[in-house]
């Protein structure tokens, strides 16, 4: 496929997209009419569909296995988690990775690469669709058509299984920390919650950057009126890498660039864990870097920010 080779060298157009609050999707197909798309961060290459092992007990969604240059690939079926497409045989792999995982996505066919402004990305409920709970978000071509990006975490939280939040050590009582958190996945939000609930803190959140930076602006205009310092409100940032509207590289900048949140941490929570997205988010002024979903890992990281004593 034409577009193979593009996929195989994205580290330098990575470093340049990141912070211009812009992204690049690669768009599929799954024997339907519909468009769906998944951030090009996430993927590490397209190949033709290559010998699929069936395994016994596979989770629902699970096609089977594949071998890929000596390494064993779970291989998800897109197609059977979305309840759709129209029986026609899938014969594209997407080999992606993200949360520390790498995985196939069997797909119909693969279709180009294009970017687009975060801003043009919206919730499925901004614009008043129903769509399921594995769409994250809904951005439109130049051509009118729709692109349903995929909530990847939702769907590798589905198939291969979340994994309980263990128990942890609450923080000192007697001083709440509060954190402010913004993430567009669902699965990632429950995540979140889960570990801050146990470490008894509390918080408050966002579901995409703009929000985030809004309900921020506003607290600190609040803290600044009632006399309060922004610390005993907000303790502790955590934002995600892509979400709609505004990606979490240009958020932690206007956060950075706002004199009001001297001296809060700011901690990139986010999927995208290879060593140049970490070096991106230092770039932009990001704190510490922790990837999803490793909650005891983000337990320590919130832990040893917030300095308690």
């Known amino acids: ?3 193979d080779y593009r996929l195989m060298n994205m ?10 609050n812009k992204m690049e999707l690669l ?3 799954l024997g339907s009419t519909e468009v769906f798309g998944i951030n ?6 397209v190949c033709e569909t290559l010998p699929i092992t069936r395994t016994p007990n596979m989770p629902a969604g ?20 979305l309840r759709m497409g129209n029986g026609e ?9 993200f949360s520390s995982h790498t995985q196939a996505f069997l797909v119909q066919d693969v279709d180009r690469i294009v970017r687009v402004d975060w801003e043009q990305v919206k919730s499925p409920q901004s614009i008043g669709q129903s769509q399921s709970a594995m769409i994250t978000a809904l951005t439109e071509l130049p051509d009118g058509k729709l692109v349903s990006i995929l909530d990847v975490e939702q769907i590798l939280g589905e198939v291969i299984g979340e994994g309980d939040v263990p128990n942890m050590d609450s923080l000192r009582p007697d001083h709440p920390y509060p954190v402010f958190f913004a993430d567009d996945s669902n699965m990632a939000r429950k995540k979140i919650t889960e ?19 809004e309900k921020l602006r506003n607290i600190a205009g609040r803290a600044e009126q009632e006399n309060k310092n922004l610390k005993d409100v907000v303790s502790l940032i955590l934002v995600d890498a892509e979400m709609p509207e505004m990606d979490g590289y240009v958020l932690t900048r206007h956060i950075k660039e ?6 809060i941490p700011v901690v990139m929570h986010s999927s995208l864990s290879s060593v140049a997205n970490k070096k991106l988010g230092q770039q932009v002024g990001v704190d510490a870097y922790v990837g999803k979903f490793h909650p005891e890992e983000l337990a320590q990281m919130v832990t040893s920010m917030l300095h308690p004593a």
């Open 62 to 81: 699970v096609e089977g296995i594949i071998s890929l240059r000596g390494s064993i690939l779970p291989v998800i079926d897109l197609a059977q988690c």
């Open 258 to 263: 706002d004199p009001r949140f001297k001296g």
């Open 11 to 20: 580290i330098d157009e990575k470093a340049r997209l990141a912070g211009s």
């Open 27 to 29: 768009l599929f197909s």
């Open 195 to 213: 570990v801050l609930e146990k470490l008894h803190l509390p918080y408050q959140s966002a579901t995409n950057g703009r929000e985030a930076w």
């Open 89 to 97: 045989a899938r014969t594209k792999l997407v080999i992606t990775e």
């Open 40 to 45: 090009v961060f996430k993927v590490r290459e």
């Open 1 to 3: 496929m034409q577009n």
